[in-house]
């Protein structure tokens, strides 16, 4: 890794109707990084994604590295409550059908 990771925590995404579990790891770079799994010779493995903003909007712009973050999904929508460590907290509703806040 090129970052100092800070946490580690799982979530689904919705991709198409079906849902996926993906990894996201907070680092000391300001960002969120997003692990998907792949198939590489008949075994599983998991790569990061390069925008984990696409799939996860409510991670632009964050000011500060995040060193906490909690995702409960529900149907098609998830709520995203997250703490960084110059003390700014967000909690973010996404509708998972089109990744809008």
Same mark, same amino acid.
């Given at each position: 890794?090129?970052?100092? *990771?800070? &946490?580690?925590?799982?979530? &689904? !995404?919705?991709?198409?109707? %079906?849902?996926?579990?993906?990894?996201?790891?907070? =680092?000391? %770079?300001?960002? $969120?990084?997003?692990?998907?799994? @792949?198939?590489?010779?008949?075994? $599983?493995?998991? &790569?990061?994604?390069?925008? $984990?903003?696409?799939?996860? *909007?409510?991670?632009?712009? !964050?000011?500060?590295? @995040?060193?906490?973050? %909690? !995702?409960? $999904?529900? =149907?098609? &929508?998830?709520?995203?409550?997250?703490?960084?460590?110059?003390?700014? !907290?967000?909690? @973010?509703?996404? %509708?998972?059908?089109?990744?809008? @806040?």
């Amino acid at each position: 890794l090129k970052f100092t *990771p800070f &946490q580690l925590t799982h979530t &689904q !995404i919705m991709i198409g109707d %079906d849902y996926e579990t993906v990894f996201l790891l907070s =680092g000391d %770079d300001l960002k $969120v990084h997003l692990y998907r799994k @792949v198939l590489r010779n008949d075994e $599983v493995c998991f &790569q990061e994604e390069h925008s $984990v903003t696409t799939l996860f *909007p409510e991670f632009q712009d !964050i000011s500060s590295s @995040v060193t906490y973050m %909690d !995702i409960l $999904v529900s =149907g098609t &929508q998830r709520i995203t409550a997250f703490g960084c460590q110059n003390g700014y !907290i967000r909690c @973010v509703q996404t %509708d998972l059908t089109n990744n809008t @806040v």
